[in-house]
């Protein structure tokens, strides 16, 4: 009796893709990340303070969940405008529609 073979595996799982590095405006999403870690190791935030009759504490990680929100808000954005920038480069008028110039476009 012959044994079971498992079927060859595909070249993929041979060759894995090669790792793709984060687009560089993705890097903002990193910065609140860094700052709420930081938050224990920082002694004007750690220490008994108050600012705005507020723990420091308190008021940094508020200040950084807001600033978390914007800096995704960024990334978006910048991801977006990099799309719209890729789409802009490659896109080629079609080469059976006449381009029209603003006094042919009906109204």
Avoid: I, K, N
Avoid at 44 to 60: A, E, Y
């Amino acid at each position: 009796m012959r044994p079971r073979t498992s079927p060859p595996a595909p070249p993929s799982a041979h060759h894995p893709a090669p790792a793709r590095r984060p687009a560089p405006h993705s890097l903002w999403a990193a910065v609140p990340v860094l700052a709420f870690l930081a938050t224990p190791f920082l002694p004007f935030v750690s220490g008994p303070h108050l600012w705005l009759g507020l723990p420091s504490v308190l008021v940094w990680c508020v200040l950084w969940t807001v600033g978390t929100s914007a800096a995704l808000a960024l990334v978006e954005h910048l991801a977006h405008s990099d799309e719209y920038e890729e789409d802009e480069v490659h896109e080629d008028p079609a080469p059976d529609s006449p381009a029209r110039s603003p006094q042919e476009v009906p109204r």
